[in-house]
């Protein structure tokens, strides 16, 4: 990892640059966060030099592999977003919110922390399919074999029920 998402900014002219980062499987496998198993995401850097500070506006856009909280089912979770972040100089380097103060000396800065905190964001608590990419609902079968496991016919179980099932199949 690492120096794929460094941004190096030093002798840039004044204006704007533009980069991209791909973000992989291995990225988001990389970071450890077992809700994600894995993603195809593009993140596009328009960098606006000023002569005081550097103007970063990110657009996130792809998906994100994770379960569906209903069924189960693995799926592909859409992500889209703008982000910004302002990097400017101190005698004291420190992070206030959207705004990085980096050390007169400093002339690169490693993003991955904040590119996947992007990504991150766009996930809600509550993932179902019928807001992913592959299906417009869950899976009926899946649904009825879960509710058979749980003793009851209908599908309109609480979801907490299900959970409850898998964390503890006694
Ligand atoms: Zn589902």
């Known amino acids: 990892m690492g120096k794929d998402h460094i941004l190096n ?11 991209r980062f791909p973000l992989d499987d291995d990225f988001f496998l990389s970071k450890g966060y077992e809700g994600v198993l894995g993603g195809d995401v593009s993140v596009d850097l328009i960098l606006n030099k000023q002569e005081q500070l550097l103007d970063l506006h990110f657009s996130v856009s792809g998906i994100l592999r994770v379960h569906c909280d209903v069924c189960l089912e693995e799926m592909e979770y859409p992500i889209s977003g703008e982000h910004t972040l302002v990097l400017k100089f101190s005698s004291n380097p420190r992070v206030d919110e959207d705004i990085i103060y980096l050390g007169f000396n400093e002339y690169q800065i490693d993003l991955e922390s904040h590119l996947y905190d992007f990504c991150m964001i766009h996930l809600p608590m509550r993932k179902v399919c019928a807001d992913s990419n592959v299906r417009s609902s869950c899976d009926r079968d899946t649904l009825k074999k879960l509710a058979e496991l749980q003793g009851v016919g209908a599908t309109n179980h609480p979801i907490s029920t299900i959970n409850d099932l898998i964390n503890d199949p006694q």
């Open 9 to 19: 900014f030093r002798g840039l002219s004044i204006g704007k640059h533009s980069y």
